[in-house]
DNA sequence: CCCTGTGATACCTACCGGGTATCACAGCGA
DNA sequence: TCGCTGTGATACCCGGTAGGTATCACAGGG
């Protein structure tokens, strides 16, 4: 099964529809037509149900939509690395840059430390921070874009990677300033789910929305804005006290799961750098 | 890149020779070369040293052969896991099947149980043992062949695998019964890694066996053999008491690491069927 | 000094990936 | 009822390229 095909069937698969698979792809439908047709005669599984007006997944064909993503992600992340691993290191003695994904503001102290306590140790490789939307280190590192990322469980899933633990935090409600619940001690989750006018925020779950009123969230300004002017409630983690606007109010939330910090990278990576920066981190997690 | 060209090189960088690669490519040296310098150009890296006598990887070519046999063992997963998808299942309602990736012979009585337990649930998925020798459950789970697997950390690696623990146990050692150390009431690692004349058994780790005097077991019929036979002694967890022989005898190991059995499975996989095993694999874990 | 074994090059052919033009068909509105 | 529109499939052509064979260039070793 060659990546042009994969590319293609996950083309038509995520459009649904032929003619606007080719255009994306820059190409005619009628070759990518056939080409998906031979791809299904290859495999012997129909793919797509074509009925008349528009295409549908089979199962088969969602089985390889969700794996040939996957495999097409491999792909990329195996030439962007060989580029990398050839290019500037291999060259007149230049240092391994290390990529490491984080989101953007979350937990700056902990990077600010990471980043200096790292740059002391002997044989340290240059770092560059990756700064990325709510959820999207997963798919950096999938893709080959980082080499290591800051992750903070609930939010992100590691399904797939390596991983260590560094920081556990609790969450707290950020409320616009003058709202009846700021002056409150505590809340609850439930306190918060169902505030009347004030729907809480929404981020993707593996790149999408989960279904609610509230706003969907894409960074943390966004977000910060957005409580600002008294149009949504959110639960965040403690290091975000580092960026409350003066709108805003901070209130502890009993029941919420804790959030926890975990330095990913991807499994059966073995540059020796990175196994430097992760043993740092552990070591910089032990001595907090 | 192209899964043709990543399989072209992954076979030149395994066996360091384009006639050889070529030959077990089915086809001819020439257009092998052609395709890896394509590759190098494509990417504008060499990973190749051609020095007359041979080939050698750089250190480019290293990152590609890692990254690449991921990017095939995805492909062929993907491609495998549709066939499955599209053929038995969808047609006549056939219930769908899962493929249980197991170390044969280890942790009889847990898989009976779980087999069992799951045979029970009322959408239950009819499942296939597959038995896999010391270490390759992960390859297995990799490549395709499998949807799920028990095993064993730390012989096995769960990189790259979501999972979940199902059961702890200690290691005793396994000696032939009639040598002095079979008197013993405890025995610690030392006491059994330079026996003389009784070297310690080797499996593989990530497929390559570690250097040692001992002999390379691929088996637990192999190992049970050799410690027969006097010829070795090994570490094994305490599920494998099921199996000895009466030339066997075993002395707890006091400091040895605890054996810890996951049920692991792809990250990403969405299968109820999966879910509902994982489940009830977690719950007879909690009840045991 | 030639023979052997290595990978690279030259050149040819056949296949196939891509393009354009067109078809077959379902739904819909006049 | 009859076009009209929008869908994917088919027919056909062309050029690039993957693969083959023959050969070269070169390093080592007897």
């Given at each position: 099964?060659?990546?042009?095909?994969?590319?293609?069937?996950?083309?038509?698969?995520?459009?649904?529809?032929?003619?606007?698979?080719?255009?994306?792809?820059?190409?005619?439908?009628?070759?990518?037509?056939?080409?998906?047709?031979?791809?299904?005669?290859?495999?012997?599984?129909?793919?797509?149900?074509?009925?008349?007006?528009?295409?549908?997944?089979?199962?088969?064909?969602?089985?390889?939509?969700?794996?040939?993503?996957?495999?097409?992600?491999?792909?990329?992340?195996?030439?962007?690395?060989?580029?990398?691993?050839?290019?500037?290191?291999?060259?007149?003695?230049?240092?391994?840059?290390?990529?490491?994904?984080?989101?953007?503001?979350?937990?700056?102290?902990?990077?600010?430390?990471?980043?200096?306590?790292?740059?002391?140790?002997?044989?340290?490789?240059?770092?560059?921070?990756?700064?990325?939307?709510?959820?999207?280190?997963?798919?950096?590192?999938?893709?080959?874009?980082?080499?290591?990322?800051?992750?903070?469980?609930?939010?992100?899933?590691?399904?797939?990677?390596?991983?260590?633990?560094?920081?556990?935090?609790?969450?707290?409600?950020?409320?616009?300033?003058?709202?009846?619940?700021?002056?409150?001690?505590?809340?609850?989750?439930?306190?918060?789910?169902?505030?009347?006018?004030?729907?809480?925020?929404?981020?993707?779950?593996?790149?999408?929305?989960?279904?609610?009123?509230?706003?969907?969230?894409?960074?943390?300004?966004?977000?910060?804005?957005?409580?600002?002017?008294?149009?949504?409630?959110?639960?965040?983690?403690?290091?975000?006290?580092?960026?409350?606007?003066?709108?805003?109010?901070?209130?502890?939330?009993?029941?919420?799961?804790?959030?926890?910090?975990?330095?990913?990278?991807?499994?059966?990576?073995?540059?020796?750098?990175?196994?430097?920066?992760v043993r740092t981190a552990v070591r910089l997690a032990s001595s907090r």
């Amino acid at each position: 099964m060659e990546t042009r095909e994969l590319k293609y069937f996950v083309a038509v698969a995520e459009e649904l529809h032929f003619g606007r698979a080719a255009e994306r792809l820059g190409m005619a439908q009628p070759p990518l037509s056939r080409a998906v047709q031979q791809l299904e005669r290859r495999l012997g599984v129909r793919l797509l149900e074509r009925n008349r007006r528009g295409v549908a997944l089979t199962d088969a064909g969602e089985v390889l939509l969700r794996e040939g993503r996957a495999t097409l992600d491999a792909a990329t992340a195996a030439a962007r690395r060989t580029r990398r691993a050839g290019g500037a290191d291999n060259l007149s003695g230049e240092r391994t840059r290390l990529v490491l994904a984080v989101k953007t503001a979350a937990a700056h102290e902990l990077l600010q430390e990471l980043l200096d306590a790292y740059a002391a140790e002997p044989d340290a490789a240059e770092v560059e921070v990756l700064q990325c939307g709510m959820c999207d280190q997963e798919a950096r590192l999938r893709d080959g874009s980082a080499d290591v990322a800051l992750m903070h469980v609930p939010f992100n899933s590691l399904a797939g990677f390596d991983s260590e633990e560094i920081m556990t935090e609790n969450q707290f409600a950020i409320l616009p300033a003058g709202h009846p619940l700021a002056a409150r001690e505590n809340l609850s989750l439930a306190d918060i789910s169902d505030v009347p006018g004030l729907p809480p925020a929404r981020w993707p779950r593996h790149g999408i929305y989960p279904p609610g009123p509230g706003p969907e969230i894409r960074d943390q300004t966004q977000l910060a804005q957005l409580v600002a002017l008294g149009r949504t409630v959110a639960a965040v983690p403690d290091s975000a006290r580092a960026w409350l606007w003066p709108e805003h109010a901070a209130v502890p939330l009993a029941d919420a799961p804790p959030v926890v910090t975990h330095i990913a990278w991807p499994a059966h990576s073995r540059s020796t750098a990175l196994a430097c920066l992760v043993r740092t981190a552990v070591r910089l997690a032990s001595s907090r």
